[in-house]
């Protein structure tokens, strides 16, 4: 494609796209030709070594030859149907879910399918209610859930509901265990878990506006909640936090459920990142690295007690695309990768170690670096003011920006950095790179970040 061509789609861009979607976060939107591994390139052919994959979904790389080739059978064999019939692949994907589910969590369930992160957790708040008749929820503070209006109203961020409401069912937010910005202005080495004792302490009194301890009832249905929070920035909570919510959860009737569409499918070495912390959700949410990122496919994992025939009936919740076949096809080898490798999680985590530490070296001399940090290949890099803690948004923009410039150089080669922004200030930069990202690809990574952090003359 030449250049001439380029600047005539961004013209017919500008023209005919809705500047309602994510593109226009940044003033000067990127175009893309071709993808393989962790790479995206330019019409120029310069590789972009690519941080962000798909939001996550891309998550064993671009165009991995052995999801290709699944898709290419399958639109050989059965490309399309209708999603009240059935297909092999939803049965065997549902069954190895649950059996997954049961592994991880000891409990049995069922699978229902959808098509994006969004309205599986749609379908997750119509579960809920159908079992408990309640629309109210907890969700945490910095959580995202997606933009569908049922997912807006759990997710914490007022810009998401802004000019959109009312939200009636608005969830009533909790400060999430974020330590190195911590809402509650404790230390972590020496809190006590304080976060989540004050979340107890709501159930102590009828006047404190969540439970009746006379009933034994509690206002609100359900708690939302990621494992590590995605769009909030990547941040690891502290290992024996989640237990204990369960544990308060549980004790008060209220559903637990952990939104692994971000987090899910290994990204942090293990299948769902809530097995990191040994709590036992009532439902899961997935989505994303499910197919690799090559065709929507999304779900929910709930207990037999919510989820039987007898409580969620045929027709409860329906869409067309759901349980598609290319999805379902992609969802199964995705699975059968993991299996047939059973140092995978390991492997991630190994990765993710080796990361973490080289952006620690590498990120030393600079004080605008608040916090490093990570689990498997969830990793953050927090930008911060001189003082290391006042959040920096202009720069970490700067640092995304100067990413796409690729002005970057190495082995005498020109690279650009896909980056993504999070983090309740807009000021983490969340790496997100493919599971099967190269040792070598991570030591480009590091060169590329010394030299980003040059060009935008941190300090
Ligand atoms: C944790 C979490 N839940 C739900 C969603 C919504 O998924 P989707 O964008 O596919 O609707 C996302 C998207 O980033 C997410 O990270």
């Known amino acids: 494609m030449k250049e001439a061509q380029e600047d005539d789609l961004f013209a017919l861009e500008a023209r005919y796209c809705s500047y309602g979607d994510t593109v226009h976060y940044t003033k000067n939107p990127k175009l893309f030709t071709a993808c393989e591994g962790s790479y995206v390139f330019d019409a120029s052919i310069t590789p972009f070594l690519d941080l962000n994959m798909q939001n996550a979904a891309a998550s064993l790389g671009y165009k991995h030859p052995r999801l290709i080739a699944t898709l290419k059978n399958q639109l050989d064999v059965l490309p399309q149907l209708a999603s009240q019939f059935l297909h092999k692949e939803k049965i065997l994907l549902a069954k190895g879910l649950c059996?997954?589910?049961?592994?991880?969590?000891?409990?049995?369930?069922?699978?229902h399918f959808n098509v994006g992160g969004a309205q599986a957790i749609e379908d997750a708040l119509k579960l809920i209610r159908r079992n408990?008749?309640?629309?109210?929820?907890?969700?945490?503070?910095?959580?995202?859930?997606?933009?569908?209006?049922?997912?807006?109203?759990?997710?914490?961020?007022?810009?998401?509901?802004?000019?959109?409401?009312?939200?009636p069912y608005r969830a009533l937010f909790i400060p999430y265990p974020y330590c190195f910005r911590c809402y509650y202005e404790k230390?972590?080495?020496?809190?006590?878990?304080?976060?989540?004792?004050?979340?107890?302490?709501?159930?102590?009194?009828?006047?404190?506006?969540?439970?009746?301890?006379?009933t034994g009832r509690s206002e609100f249905a359900a708690f939302f909640g990621e494992p590590l929070q995605g769009t909030g920035g990547y941040i690891v909570p502290p290992k024996d936090y989640f237990p204990e919510l369960a544990r308060i959860l549980k004790t008060h009737g209220v559903l637990f459920v952990d939104d692994e569409v971000q987090m899910g499918f290994m990204r942090t070495g293990r299948l769902f990142a809530m097995e990191h912390f040994g709590a036992s959700p009532d439902i899961v949410t997935f989505s994303k690295a499910l197919t690799g990122g090559l065709n929507p496919l999304s779900g929910l994992w709930a207990d037999e007690a919510l989820i039987g025939p007898e409580r969620f009936g045929p027709g409860s919740t329906h869409s067309t695309f759901s349980s598609n076949t290319l999805g379902t096809v992609l969802g199964l080898e995705v699975l059968k990768i993991f299996e047939e490798n059973p140092a995978f999680g390991d492997q991630v985590l190994k990765k993710g170690r080796k990361f973490l530490d080289g952006l620690k070296t590498i990120t030393r001399p600079y004080k605008m670096v608040g916090n490093v940090d990570g689990l498997g290949l969830a990793l953050r890099l927090e930008i911060c003011q001189e003082d290391g803690f006042t959040p920096n948004y202009p720069m970490t923009q700067r640092l995304f920006d100067e990413g796409l410039e690729a002005k970057l150089e190495a082995n005498g080669k020109r690279y650009g950095l896909v980056l993504a922004v999070g983090g309740y200030f807009k000021n983490v930069i969340t790496l997100i790179p493919s599971l099967l990202i190269e040792d070598s690809e991570i030591d480009l990574a590091l060169t590329l970040f010394e030299?980003?952090?040059?060009?935008?003359?941190?300090?």
């Open 99 to 111: 059996e997954q589910a049961e592994r991880a969590f000891g409990r049995f369930g069922r699978v």
């Open 132 to 167: 408990t008749e309640n629309p109210l929820m907890f969700a945490f503070m910095g959580g995202y859930h997606g933009r569908t209006l049922g997912a807006t109203a759990i997710t914490s961020s007022y810009r998401y509901r802004e000019g959109l409401g009312p939200f």
């Open 187 to 214: 230390k972590a080495e020496d809190c006590g878990l304080y976060c989540v004792r004050m979340f107890e302490k709501l159930f102590e009194s009828e006047y404190y506006g969540a439970y009746n301890p006379k």
């Open 451 to 459: 030299q980003l952090f040059k060009a935008c003359e941190m300090r």
